[in-house]
């Protein structure tokens, strides 16, 4: 399999699932753009490991919440790449809570990075990709979208609405060869879960039909199918890999 000529935008790429996306999609010899929030020396070892799979690379700082700032970074990988053909929104935070305790900060924070990034994101990158009339788009929702979590009201909004926004897109890109999917991993082992209680931890495997967590790059392997140019008529559907949890 191919991505030779393709040029990818994945953002959160320093660490977690991002990264593993990077890795998967230089492997395949894609160019791979991406983003972080802060830790910039996690982007730069993703970047590293990138090149030394052969692949051109390009690491940048942007707050998927911010508009200007992803103009930006779309700017630069036309500007280094002069296209781009695949868009991985991966960035995402939690900021967990009970419904009755949860600030209004903590709602508009996991918002505003999971679904209005995505968003951000899917507009900026759809100008280029329906002039190529080529373009494959593939965001990160989650179990938590599908079967809601207690503790994780804002989280699960912003995963639910991934899947309406990816659905709508799809249906809106389709006539310009451009594909609009979703992939839903259940509990992966990355820092996001890292800091959840052993116990918690024990609890969930007994949920999972697979009795394990998933790991970074079995989700990759999951947006790369996505990716492929071979996927094109695969649109506007949500793919959980998440070990049965969801079923
Ligand atoms: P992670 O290890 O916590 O990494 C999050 C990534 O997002 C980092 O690269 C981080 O950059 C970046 N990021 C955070 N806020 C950002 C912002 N405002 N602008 C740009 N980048 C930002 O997370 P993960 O576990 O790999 O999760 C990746 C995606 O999969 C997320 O969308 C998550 O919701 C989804 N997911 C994860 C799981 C799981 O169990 N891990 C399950 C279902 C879905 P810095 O490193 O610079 O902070």
Redesign the pocket.
Known sequence: MSLAERVAVV????????RAVCLELARQKACVVL?????KS??EETAKACERLGARVLAAQ????KEEEVQALMAKALSEFGRIDILVN????TRDGLLMTMKEEAFDQVVD??LK?AFLCMKAAARPMMRQRYGRIIN?????GLRGNAGQVNYAAS?AGIIGMTKSAARELASRGITVNAVA????E????AGLPEQTKEALKKEIPMGRLGS?REIAQAVAFFAREESAYVTGQVLAVDGGMSM
Do not use: E, H, Q, W
């Not at 990355?190 to 879960?193: F, G, S």
């Open positions: 953002t959160g790429g320093s660490r977690g699932i991002g983003c972080y929030a802060g830790r996690g982007a942007c707050d998927v919440a991966n960035a995402g935070i990075t999971n990034g990160l929702s989650s179990v938590v995963k991993p259940g509990f992966v990355t820092d996001m879960t970074a």
